[in-house]
């Protein structure tokens, strides 16, 4: 792990490092409208300390990408044939000049490699100062800004510059310009008395058959409650035995201060998969996260996710990554705070091991349009990294429909940034990465979509050639002119696949409760997929690593892999949303999987997908 180095007093430092450097002329790097929402309140205190990241530019980024798809796509003759994390680390290299540059420039400032803590790849520059130094090396000022619905503060600006000779070496410098605001994507959370589920459904109630591909049927009782027998009888998973020993591993991130109970885990346990009973999950702390257990500190987003991940692949070992450091934060502390978003610090840690779970299930996310183009591209480009390593990494794809799911019109976002304050739908970043699997969600059996399902079009990542057929099949069954100005058709399309999302029956604080939102879906398709890395890992078979590529061949070649959604829309924004249609779609993706089918092709020989 990179070790953090304490900014000293830079009036120290200055006397011996004044350069002239620092006064040469700069260049506006990042400007935005004031964000809405947001108002804008003192100045920030000049002693108030911030981490500020600097991104360098790497070079060679196409070629990694160039790597990925090869390795992931399953007609390439170097499917799987991931890259190691050295190869990686020298693919998103930056240029020494720049590095070089850039030290000089902060050096100027009285600011040496002591105080600074650097990425393994050098790509990322950390170093902590105090707001009038970041206000004079950016040429800006520093405010409070305060949310105008929860009261909130952060301290921000809506413009940086840096010097001009180092436009081409600097991509992009935070916590400036973010206004962005990371969510937990649980819509529905009610405490449901333990006999609801039996007296709802008869014990003797006929199972309900399933027109999926595989004929199988599932208990009556899973259209009023989920649990772990329920998905691994829709998703056609029952009796696969995964390895404990083969390497197989499964990892669940938490963030905004979710913690993970282990005691509700065996009462989930008890009540679901007595057979995983007193076994339990490893936890890692990063940048000051916590898991506090006790038994009221519960999270009901992350004993969802733990509880459904680690349950449907149980014995594979879990890991749960407790990630601290998040915006909002209360200005007047005056000790030293990253207030980015915090995905970039879990990717950080994670980037720098060796051991990484080969599938992994996040349910946060922010509204797109309020995440810096340049930050996303980043960040994205870090997803693309673990990809490139053989990881598969899951997001749900958003709460709200076409919308960002405000109700209270005073906080919704379905207007365009841009200051032009046009109305538009609100894909969900990260889902909207183009390497990263997007999950939306269904509900009931026979499964249609879920109202809250996210879904739609990326307005900053073009449409990746993996989803090209399956999407433009999409476009061209929308009546002409339809939701005109409100999407970009030509944007990355998410959801890519999808999963129960509702009803699911968790413990937490030592009560059963029905929980919702794919929040929900997202771990249970990471379950899915890591019983397939399970399959391939015990036949010597890499992982499966970065998916959508195999997922729109699969969805091509032979579709019954994946239980087609056709029923049920995604309202947003004032708007019924899209439908969920034959093929894939913008509520559901690609569809549900079929454990059983998709089992039996990715454990043959994935050249031979072709003749299929
Ligand atoms: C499941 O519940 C939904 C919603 O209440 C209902 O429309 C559907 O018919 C039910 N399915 C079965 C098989 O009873
Ligand atoms: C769990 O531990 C308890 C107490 O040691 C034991 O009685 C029980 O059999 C264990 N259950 C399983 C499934 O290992
Ligand atoms: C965990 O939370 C409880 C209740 O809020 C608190 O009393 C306790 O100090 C916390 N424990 C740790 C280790 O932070
Ligand atoms: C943008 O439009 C919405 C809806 O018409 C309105 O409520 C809001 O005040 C407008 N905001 C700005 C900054 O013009
Ligand atoms: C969804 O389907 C309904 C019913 O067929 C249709 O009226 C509507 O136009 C469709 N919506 C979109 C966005 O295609």
Same mark, same amino acid.
């Given at each position: 792990m990179r070790s953090l180095s304490v900014w000293v007093p830079v009036a120290l430092a200055a006397v011996v490092f004044a350069v002239p450097a620092k006064d040469c002329a700069h260049k506006v790097k990042e400007s935005v409208p004031p964000p809405r929402g947001w108002t804008k309140s003192a100045p920030a205190p000049a002693d108030h300390v911030i981490e500020l990241r600097i991104a360098l530019p790497q070079p060679k980024f196409s070629e990694l990408e160039k790597h990925l798809y090869e390795v992931s796509d399953p007609f390439h003759d170097r499917y799987g044939q991931h890259l190691s994390k050295e190869e990686v680390e020298s693919l998103v290299a930056p240029e020494a000049e720049s590095i070089h540059l850039v030290n000089e420039w902060l050096a100027s400032h009285g600011l040496i490699e002591d105080h600074l803590s650097r990425s393994p790849a050098k790509d990322w520059v950390t170093v902590k100062v105090p707001v009038s130094l970041a206000e004079e090396m950016l040429k800006t000022e520093y405010h409070v800004w305060t949310h105008d619905a929860t009261g909130d503060a952060v301290v921000r600006t809506t413009a940086y510059s840096i010097p001009e000779h180092l436009d081409s070496h600097v991509e992009l410098i935070q916590p400036t310009t973010m206004f962005s605001r990371m969510k937990s994507l649980k819509t529905s959370f009610r405490i449901n008395d333990a006999q609801e589920k039996t007296a709802l459904v008869p014990a003797d109630a006929p199972p309900i058959s399933v027109p999926s591909a595989s004929g199988g049927h599932v208990d009556a009782s899973c259209n009023q409650t989920i649990t772990i027998t329920c998905l691994l009888e829709l998703y056609n998973a029952v009796g696969f035995k995964p390895s404990a020993k083969n390497g197989n591993q499964?990892?669940?991130?938490?963030?905004?201060?979710?913690?993970?109970?282990?005691?509700?885990?065996?009462?989930?346990?008890?009540?679901?998969?007595?057979?995983?009973?007193?076994?339990?999950?490893?936890?890692?702390?990063?940048?000051?996260?916590?898991?506090?257990?006790?038994?009221?500190?519960?999270?009901?987003?992350?004993?969802?996710?733990?509880?459904?991940?680690?349950?449907?692949?149980?014995?594979?070992?879990?890991?749960?990554?407790?990630?601290?450091?998040?915006?909002?934060?209360?200005?007047?502390?005056?000790?030293?705070?990253?207030?980015?978003?915090?995905?970039?610090?879990?990717?950080?840690?994670?980037?720098?091991? #060796?051991?990484?779970?080969?599938?992994?299930?996040?349910?946060?996310a922010d509204d797109?349009?309020?995440?810096?183009?340049?930050?996303? #591209?980043?960040?994205?480009?870090?997803?693309?990294?673990?990809?490139?390593?053989?990881?598969?990494?899951?997001?749900?794809?958003?709460?709200?429909?076409?919308?960002?799911?405000?109700?209270?019109?005073?906080?919704?976002?379905?207007?365009?940034?841009?200051?032009?304050?046009?109305?538009?739908?609100?894909?969900?970043?990260?889902?909207?990465?183009?390497?990263?699997?997007?999950?939306?969600?269904?509900?009931?059996?026979?499964?249609?979509?879920?109202?809250?399902?996210?879904?739609?079009?990326?307005?900053?990542?073009?449409?990746?050639?993996?989803?090209?057929?399956?999407?433009?099949?999409?476009?061209?069954?929308?009546?002409?002119?339809?939701?005109?100005?409100?999407?970009?058709?030509?944007?990355?399309?998410?959801?890519?696949?999808?999963?129960?999302?509702?009803?699911?029956?968790?413990?937490?604080?030592?009560?059963?409760?029905?929980?919702?939102?794919?929040?929900?879906?997202?771990?249970?398709?990471?379950?899915?997929?890591?019983?397939?890395?399970?399959?391939?890992?015990?036949?010597?078979?890499?992982?499966?690593?970065?998916?959508?590529?195999?997922?729109?061949?699969?969805?091509?070649?032979?579709?019954?892999?994946?239980?087609?959604?056709?029923?049920?829309?995604?309202?947003?924004?004032?708007?019924?949303?899209?439908?969920?249609?034959?093929?894939?779609?913008?509520?559901?993706?690609?569809?549900?999987?079929?454990?059983?089918?998709? #089992?039996?092709?990715?454990?043959?020989?994935?050249?031979?997908?072709?003749?299929?």
């Open positions: 499964i990892g669940i991130t938490g963030y905004l201060e979710q913690f993970a109970n282990k005691e509700d885990l065996q009462l989930f346990y008890a009540d679901q998969r007595p057979d995983a009973l007193n076994s339990s999950f490893k936890t890692i702390l990063i940048n000051g996260g916590l898991n506090n257990q006790t038994l009221s500190e519960a999270g009901a987003e992350a004993n969802l996710d733990t509880q459904f991940a680690y349950g449907l692949t149980f014995p594979t070992p879990g890991t749960f990554f407790s990630t601290g450091g998040r915006p909002p934060f209360k200005p007047d502390v005056l000790t030293p705070t990253n207030t980015n978003e915090p995905y970039l610090d879990w990717l950080d840690f994670v980037l720098a091991q #060796k051991d990484i779970p080969q599938t992994i299930s996040t349910s946060y797109e349009q309020t995440v810096p183009e340049s930050f996303a #591209k980043r960040v994205c480009n870090g997803f693309a990294q673990l990809g490139a390593r053989g990881v598969s990494l899951m997001f749900s794809s958003g709460d709200g429909g076409v919308g960002d799911g405000e109700e209270d019109p005073a906080l919704q976002q379905c207007f365009t940034n841009d200051g032009r304050n046009a109305t538009r739908f609100v894909p969900l970043f990260p889902p909207a990465c183009p390497f990263v699997t997007a999950v939306g969600g269904t509900i009931h059996v026979p499964e249609t979509a879920v109202f809250f399902s996210g879904g739609g079009f990326s307005d900053v990542f073009p449409r990746p050639a993996y989803q090209e057929l399956a999407v433009t099949k999409f476009l061209d069954t929308l009546a002409p002119g339809t939701y005109k100005g409100l999407f970009n058709p030509n944007g990355r399309a998410i959801p890519d696949v999808a999963a129960q999302a509702d009803l699911f029956r968790i413990f937490l604080s030592g009560r059963p409760v029905s929980i919702g939102g794919t929040s929900a879906a997202a771990p249970t398709f990471s379950g899915i997929v890591s019983l397939l890395n399970s399959a391939r890992l015990s036949k010597g078979l890499p992982p499966l690593g970065f998916l959508n590529p195999l997922i729109y061949a699969i969805h091509a070649l032979e579709p019954t892999a994946f239980n087609d959604i056709t029923v049920g829309n995604n309202p947003g924004c004032g708007t019924p949303g899209f439908n969920a249609t034959k093929g894939w779609d913008p509520v559901t993706g690609v569809g549900t999987p079929n454990f059983g089918k998709l #089992k039996d092709i990715v454990t043959l020989d994935l050249l031979h997908i072709a003749g299929l």
